[in-house]
């Protein structure tokens, strides 16, 4: 097992957040489609922001070297890069599938702020969790 | 690297140096010590002149550039 540096345990302590959250989310927004309400959207990113304190307190608590340097700035940034590129594809996309399910009348306009909602989150937990696995790989590559 | 290497392993092993105490002495990490040494990163201009003053050493002696037509030869 590598040593890893306190920015590191960080990446893994802001994945495992996003994961915990986005994917129980994930599941249950294609499974109660109809009941899904903007609350529920509210309570995901609760959750998680709570989630993403508690489990960073922990990490700062455990980690004495709390050194940030030029390499943790680099891959900072590379990361920052892969989840923009992430968030103009993927918006790009689904506002063009809600775009096209809204013309065929698939969609409600009542529904249409909800859906919108709803692919807004799920592009910024994406784009997040394309970020977190980008700096974390780019940590075990040459730079 | 390609291109880029350096003597940082020998040079700390010389002065009985820790990765942690060049890590500190020069305000980085240990793992990009470790990059460094394992030629896995390039460090910035002032990051490679506090290394060679850390060693009390010209700069070419811890880093090395073998341009790529050097290699063709």
Do not use: C
């Amino acid at each position: 097992m590598p040593s890893l540096s306190y920015q590191e345990k960080s990446l893994y302590g802001e994945l495992v957040a996003d994961l915990a959250v986005f994917v129980p989310y994930f599941i249950i927004m294609h499974t109660h489609q109809a009941t899904l309400t903007v609350s529920f959207i509210a309570a995901s990113i609760t959750i998680l922001i709570a989630a993403q304190i508690f489990l960073q307190a922990v990490i700062a608590a455990f980690t004495r070297n709390r050194l940030k340097d030029e390499r943790d700035r680099l891959i900072r940034l590379r990361g920052y890069r892969a989840g923009y590129i992430t968030i103009v594809t993927i918006m790009l996309i689904l506002m063009s599938m809600l775009w096209v399910h809204s013309s065929l009348k698939q969609i409600t306009p009542a529904h249409m702020a909800l859906h919108f909602l709803t692919v807004f989150f799920a592009v910024l937990m994406l784009a997040e969790i394309v970020k977190t696995i980008t700096q974390l790989a780019a940590y075990r590559r040459p730079l | 690297m390609p291109g880029l290497r350096n003597t940082l392993r020998d040079l700390r092993a010389a002065h009985s140096m820790t990765q942690q105490e060049l890590a500190d002495a020069i305000g980085v990490t240990r793992q990009t010590v470790i990059a460094i040494e394992l030629d896995k990163y390039s460090p910035s201009l002032e990051t490679a002149f506090r290394i060679a003053h850390v060693f009390s050493v010209p700069l070419e002696q811890v880093f090395q550039y073998d341009p790529p037509s050097s290699k063709k030869k």
